[in-house]
């Protein structure tokens, strides 16, 4: 791939190696059994996710102050919740629908692939979490890192170049020598701009089956591209 | 020990989990014999210590910029080197021994110790070492960490208390809920200043058979004292 040694690999983390989607449609609905609400839980969490990502582009233009993602996704979802059927929320149930961010499935090859990968690589999460919530996800999951990568450490998100030429830094590594993994186009642009390298990982049911957010990219546009974790560490000789 | 729960523990690294002296000194003599070189190891080791905890003071005064463990390992043993036999060092042969702070041996409860902690603690350093330092130490004596917190997240160095205040932030705890595990007194002193409470780790061989640097402390001075750490699992109910 390149003459340059890869010696470390960043990991998306929302979407690349959990299952945001699923994970937060069947907690809501164990909750909403618990509490006899129903409501358009898919609808909630579509948005929710989205209202999250304009948050994010708030904080990056300056027109907030730097808040963590519990912050923001309590905030949306305070204004959310009454448009998808549910009643307002007060201050404990949002804490804790918004704490179920903190509880995502891994997908299938994700913990395996993490694992075999760091045999080789120094591997740490690149995410628009903060520690606290990488710790608890990967503790939930089972994924062993090396280090964690909150963007409350940098306090800017991702794609804002701070986050990954801090993670470089702060790893000892050159940017080139790192490789953001990622289902994201987006993010992985906005690595390659700061002079990292790229896999895109394809997770097709990330937005729910059949439902395309970003489009698959050209071959070629990212160093590489894979179907799954399990794929990248045979082509990274683990 | 508390009516606040401690959820999370953070460990001083260099002399609480490693014995940095007589790793220091092994690879030294194993260098020297290589190169032809015979120098007074124990005595470069022990001055090169106290000139770094002199260098993070004048960081500390704002007397200098920030600079990592590195940069300041490998001034001082420049500066050094002739004062113990040495010839003057050239920067390939500086860079190989200032490494050497990067391969340090555990000591023999350290690994099984933060092991069981980890059970039903989260767990990670909290060091003057930067973060890419503390990665390799952990991957070189098996140590498996939920986050590293090293000395350049937060460009301050111990016992400044943007470093305790800042891990136990970026952890998600109050001060009150996080320890610090060391087996430096001023360490832990200023660590309860900020509100962490505090495990004090006999290492009474950290500067050699027989010589004492810091006094052991008054029993009752900080809330647990413990011979290693796994007496400190047993104590934290792991």
């Known amino acids: 791939m390149a003459m340059i040694t890869v010696r470390a690999l960043l ?81 404990d149930a949002l804490e804790e629908l918004t704490l179920m961010w903190h509880e995502l499935p891994a997908w299938p090859d994700s913990v395996a692939g993490v694992e075999k990968l760091r045999t080789r690589y120094i591997v740490a999460p690149l ?35 701070e986050t990954y030429l801090g993670a470089a830094a702060l790893l000892g590594c050159e940017p080139a020598e790192v490789m953001l993994v990622a289902c994201h186009p987006s993010d992985l642009d906005a690595a390659a701009k700061c002079g990292l390298r790229t896999c895109y990982v394809s997770r097709p049911l990330e937005y729910g089956q059949g439902r395309v957010v970003e489009a698959t990219p050209d071959a070629g546009h990212f160093d590489l591209m894979v179907g799954n974790l399990l794929e990248l560490a045979e082509a990274m000789d683990c």
Chains 1, 2 share one sequence.
């Not at 608890?136 to 963007?151: Q, Y």
């Open 127 to 161: 995410s628009n979490g903060h520690v606290a919530m990488l710790i608890h996800l990967a503790r939930a999951t089972g994924i062993t890192w090396d280090a964690v990568m909150g963007a409350d450490i940098f306090r800017h998100y991702k794609p804002d170049p």
């Open 11 to 91: 990991f998306d983390t929302v979407g690349t190696l959990l299952d945001w989607r699923g994970g937060l449609i069947a907690q809501l609905q164990t909750w909403g059994a618990a509490h006899d609400i129903a409501a358009d839980w898919p609808g909630l969490v579509d948005a929710w996710r989205l209202d999250f990502v304009l948050s994010i582009a708030k904080v990056s233009a300056g027109e907030r102050d730097w808040a963590n993602q519990d912050q923001l996704q309590r905030e949306s979802l305070a204004r959310l919740a009454p448009q998808f059927g549910m009643p307002e929320l007060h201050r």
